[in-house]
């Protein structure tokens, strides 16, 4: 199955100041937004939230800790043609409204190389009008990274020049908090030299939002899984094979007050029902295999109905193997089809 041949994901090439770079992604994804916003449910549902106080909290924190990202944010809506409260708005959204429309599964195989696999699920509305952008950002690593039309990079899928990994879940608790946007620390990730800095990164500042991160760096023994929200930070090491989708798992978040979707819920089952299998040989197949089931019909992995319960379908899959050296990388934007694009040397596709 996949996304009709007008639909597949595109490259782009984005470099210059935060603002030049954030205003040249917003004009690659001005003409889907602008279509999403009139129409979608989900901006309806942010709209409804402008007098949050927490709104305010987050701009200040963003302003004041992440300039280059307040900047970056300040292009993307000179470049989306929006004013800045609504892009602002947008990219807040997962920290004031527990539902909005963003999901995905990781399969995580620790080893050498690390292999990470990654459903990348958003909103039907967007399959077609995302794409694979290479960022090269004054004062930031130059990254690659999965990049939806009016939101800023980082809450998806991405390799950095570092040589670090970073996948992202949603994550929807009961209870945010007022602080740093999830979407915010997630794209300031794709710009730390190591594990440890991220990290520390992510204890140094209140945070808003809860995400669920795989991080791996070439050259760095460790597979990661981190939870955080607005009250607690969970950092395991991956030592056996894992999936995770979309709610916390780690013994000292799991517990947490959350939502629970039949999706995120069935997704998690079968993906630890297939890990209890035996094993294919070949890791990179052994996650491709998990990413690409469709055994539930109500509630598979590999998301493609337009009436799906959480409105999200899998609009591009991720394999990436962490070795001590390099980080290879192949992007797929339907199921059992050959790579749209093969990653490595300096994050350049090597071939469509």
Avoid at 111 to 120: A, F, T, Y
Avoid at 138 to 152: E, I, Q
Avoid at 245 to 257: E, Q, V
Wanted: net charge negative; charged share 20%; aromatic share 8%.
């Amino acid at each position: 199955m996949s996304h009709d041949a007008g639909r597949r994901l595109s490259f782009i090439d984005v470099a210059g100041s935060p603002h030049e770079v954030g205003a040249a992604l917003g004009r690659f994804g001005k003409a889907a937004l602008n279509d999403h916003f009139r129409t979608s449910a989900a901006w309806r549902e942010l709209t409804a939230r402008r007098a949050d106080p927490r709104i305010g909290v987050m701009a200040t924190m963003v302003r004041e800790h992440f300039p280059r990202y307040w900047a970056e944010l300040h292009g993307l809506a000179e470049g989306l043609e929006l004013p800045f409260e609504d892009v602002f708005l947008w990219n807040c959204r997962g920290d004031i409204w527990a539902m909005a429309p963003d999901g995905c599964t990781t399969v995580q195989l620790p080893g050498s190389p690390h292999v990470i696999g990654h459903n990348e699920d958003g909103d039907p509305d967007f399959a077609g009008h995302c794409a694979l952008a290479h960022v090269a950002s004054d004062g930031g690593n130059p990254f690659t990274a999965f990049v939806y039309p009016g939101s800023m990079p980082g809450h998806t899928f991405a390799a950095t020049s570092k040589g670090l990994v970073q996948t992202v879940n949603n994550i929807r608790p009961l209870a945010g908090g007022a602080g740093t946007p999830r979407m915010v620390l997630a794209r300031a990730i794709l710009d730390a030299p190591s594990l440890d800095s991220a990290l520390t990164l992510l204890k140094s500042v209140p945070r808003a939002g809860a995400f669920h991160l795989t991080l791996a760096q070439a050259g760095d023994e460790r597979l990661l899984s981190v939870e955080f929200t607005a009250q607690a930070l969970s950092i395991d090491r991956v030592e056996a094979a894992r999936v995770h989708s979309n709610h916390l798992i780690h013994a000292d978040t799991g517990r947490m007050s959350q939502i629970v979707t039949g999706s995120s819920g069935v997704r998690q089952r079968r993906g630890e029902f297939l890990l209890a299998q035996a094993p294919e040989p070949e890791p990179q197949g052994r996650a491709l295999a998990i990413l690409w089931d469709a055994a539930d019909v109500e509630l598979p992995i590999y998301r493609t109905d337009p009436a799906d319960s959480d409105v999200e379908n899998t609009l591009a899959s991720a394999v990436f193997r962490v070795g001590a050296d390099k980080v290879e990388w192949s992007v797929y934007d339907g199921s059992h089809e050959a790579a749209r694009f093969n990653m490595r040397d300096g994050l350049v596709p090597v071939a469509a």
